[in-house]
Nanobody, 132 residues
Framework: QVELAESGGGSVQTGGSLQLSCARS????????WGWFRQAPGKEREGIAA???????VYADSVVGRFTVSQDVAKINLYLKMDSLQPEDTAMYYC??????????????????????????WGRGTRVTVSS
């Protein structure tokens, strides 16, 4: 059974940094696409970063240049380095994965589900609060 567990959330002031981690337990077959999503109170879930099996990344306009997604060599852990945090970044952050992923990183990977893919595995989230 595959489980994803996020960690690293917390409270920071505007301009601060955090690094989120997502640890995978259980086996996901073959190539994996990873994504980071967030949901602020009263708002829809937003895909903010994704990485394909070859390591190519894609970001939402709202975070490009401030957030960096990466994975370890074993592809067991996913990371999200968040710099220059703003109050509008306050949300619950979730990692997600697609097994047997043949997709390349483009904006479609920032969506939880399309006609071509569905993120099959989700963590429970970690909360990030940015105060002004």
């Amino acid at each position: 059974q595959v489980e994803l567990a996020e960690s690293g959330g917390g409270s920071v002031q505007t301009g601060g940094s955090l690094q989120l981690s997502c640890a995978r337990s259980g086996d996901i077959k073959r190539r994996i696409c990873w994504g980071w999503f967030r949901q602020a109170p009263g708002k829809e879930r937003e895909g903010i970063a994704a990485i394909d099996p070859d390591g190519t990344t894609v970001y939402a306009d709202s975070v490009v240049g401030r957030f960096t997604v990466s994975q370890d060599v074993a592809k067991i852990n996913l990371y999200l380095k968040m710099d220059s945090l703003q109050p509008e970044d306050t949300a619950m952050y979730y990692c997600a994965a697609i097994g047997s992923c043949s997709l390349a990183a483009d904006s479609s990977l920032l969506r939880a589900q399309t006609t071509r893919h569905t993120y099959n595995y989700w963590g429970r989230g970690t909360r990030v609060t940015v105060s002004s």
